[in-house]
């Protein structure tokens, strides 16, 4: 059985993502926040209720530190990571001109530090072991920008930049790398976006819809699977039709 690690895998997406891959047959370790500790661990019933193999366990990805001591802790107790989706994500939105540097740091940490933090320390053992997936989540506004989200959509290019570099690193020992670009997806994120914006995005979707935190969770779970055995430093657009490239 392959071991999953899902950073903000108890959030909107990420906990689809994580019911789907223990469905696929994995054990599933969520990362969620420590002050979502309790949010989170509401969940573990429904899902092993379902005989999903999920457990949660609680850091600071966007912290080198904390992220540090939890990944040694789960060595020490045997645990062998083979799958890494690094989900975690948040928007501070604002145009630039009003863009605090709190702001800037905040994003630039969770979304793309938390990739450094996390798939740094496993990496070497996926390799060792001549088997591993990583997912990297990005966003179809890390691909053609977006107003008031210079901090979001650099973070996110710079997600399909890791990518990129890292399956070129490990992609002679049967790890893959590649990355999920979601559009707008039915999440609190997108919620947070006035109603006036959000109808216009939606315009502009081909799909006419949102998508759903499965339409990502099936797309990752594909990726994470023998049968994506040659794919390798791609990014997967799951997003309606928003944005097309060649
Ligand atoms: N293009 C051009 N001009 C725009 C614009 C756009 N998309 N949006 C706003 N403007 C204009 C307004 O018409 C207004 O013009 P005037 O000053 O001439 O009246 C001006 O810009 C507003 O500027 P403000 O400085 O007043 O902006 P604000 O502080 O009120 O709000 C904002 C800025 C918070 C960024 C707001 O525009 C917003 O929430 N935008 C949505 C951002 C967005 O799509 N976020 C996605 C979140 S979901 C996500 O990120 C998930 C994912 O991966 C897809």
Redesign the pocket.
Known sequence: MRTALVTGGTGAIGRAVSAALAAAGAKVIAVCLPSDRASAEALLPAWHGQGLAISITAFDVSNAEDTSAALSAMAAQGAAIDIVVNCAGI?R???L??MSAHKWQQVLRVNLDSLFNVTQPLIDAMCQRGWGRVVNIS???GQKG????TN?SAS?AGVHGFTMALAQEVARKGVTVNTVA????DSP??D???EA?RS??LKGIPAARYGSPADIAAAVTFLCSGAASYITGAQLPVNGGLYMSA
Request: charged share 20%.
């Open positions: 928007t939105d604002a145009p001109r009003k966003s179809v506004n977006q107003f008031g989200q979001y996110k979601p559009g707008y997806i994120m997108i947070a976006v006035p914006i216009e995005i």
